[in-house]
T-cell receptor
Framework: AQRVTQPEKLLSVFKGAPVELKCNYS??????LFWYVQYSRQRLQLLLR??SRESIKGFTADLNKGETSFHLKKPFAQEEDSAMYYC???????????????FGKGTLLTVNP | GAGVSQSPRYKVAKRGQDVALRCDPI?????LFWYQQALGQGPEFLTY????????KSGLPSDRFFAERPEGSVSTLKIQRTQQEDSAVYLC???????????FGSGTRLTVV
C-alpha cells in the first residue's frame, strides 16, 4: 500500500532563510509526486509536480528514488509562503493512468518577519 | 463557473440525520473525486468518477456513504445516519483528464452533533 510521510507538523523560519519541507513516500510502483498548498482561507491548490521539473514561486522539489523522498525547498522564504503544505502521491491505475492521490498529513509553514 | 463549487459550505447535522453534499465540477471535466479531510489530517480518497461511471469507491468508509454523478456533471455525496466520526471537511476535485492536475473545491465542513 502507498504511504506519504511528512515528519514535521510545524515549521517556522525567518524571512530570507532557506526552507525545506520533508516528504518521504512508500510505493511499489513508479511514483508520481506532487506538492499542494493551502493558504489561509483558500482552497487546496497544486504547487508543483515532479514530472514537470519546474520551479513555482521559487520552490523546487526533486524526486530521490533511492531515498524515496520528495522534499520541497526554497532558498529564501517569504512571508507570503506561510501556508499548509501537503505532499501527495498518485496511484490507482485506470486505463494506463494513475488517478488516486494519497496525501501526507501536512506541514504548516510559518515565515516570520 | 470558473472553479469547482461545493455546497453547502457548512453543515451541522444531528447524529442519525441524513445529509447530501453537492459538487459542481468545472464544465467539461471528465474526472471527479471526493476526499474526506479530518481535523489535523491530510485529505483521504473516498471515490472517483469518470463521467457518470463510478470507477473506484474503495475509500468510502461504510455503506452509509453513497456517491452519484448521474449525468456526468454534478455529483452528490450522501451520508446516511450520520455519526460523530463523520465530522470532517469533504472536498471535491475535478480534472479534465487523469494526467492533468486536479482543481479542488473549497469543501463542505460537516459537523455532526
Amino acid at each position: 500500500a502507498q504511504r506519504v510521510t511528512q515528519p514535521e507538523k510545524l515549521l517556522s523560519v525567518f524571512k530570507g532563510a532557506p526552507v525545506e519541507l520533508k516528504c518521504n513516500y512508500s510505493y511499489s510502483g513508479s511514483p508520481e509526486l506532487f506538492w499542494y498548498v493551502q493558504y489561509s482561507r483558500q482552497r487546496l491548490q497544486l504547487l508543483l509536480r515532479h514530472i514537470s521539473r519546474e520551479s513555482i514561486k521559487g520552490f523546487t522539489a526533486d524526486l530521490n528514488k533511492g531515498e524515496t523522498s520528495f522534499h520541497l525547498k526554497k532558498p529564501f522564504a517569504q512571508e507570503e509562503d506561510s501556508a499548509m503544505y501537503y505532499c501527495a502521491l498518485k496511484s490507482g491505475n485506470s486505463g494506463g493512468s494513475n488517478y488516486k492521490l494519497t496525501f501526507g498529513k501536512g506541514t504548516l509553514l510559518t515565515v516570520n518577519p | 463557473g470558473a472553479g469547482v463549487s461545493q455546497s453547502p459550505r457548512y453543515k451541522v447535522a444531528k447524529r442519525g440525520q441524513d445529509v447530501a453534499l453537492r459538487c459542481d465540477p468545472i464544465s467539461g471535466h471528465v474526472s471527479l473525486f471526493w476526499y474526506q479531510q479530518a481535523l489535523g489530517q491530510g485529505p483521504e480518497f473516498l471515490t472517483y468518477f469518470q463521467n457518470e461511471a463510478q470507477l473506484d469507491k474503495s475509500g468510502l468508509p461504510s455503506d452509509r456513504f453513497f456517491a452519484e454523478r448521474p449525468e456526468g456533471s454534478v455529483s452528490t455525496l450522501k451520508i446516511q445516519r450520520t455519526q460523530q466520526e463523520d465530522s470532517a471537511v469533504y472536498l471535491c476535485a475535478s480534472s479534465l483528464q487523469m494526467d492533468y492536475g486536479y482543481t479542488f473545491g473549497s469543501g463542505t465542513r460537516l459537523t455532526v452533533v
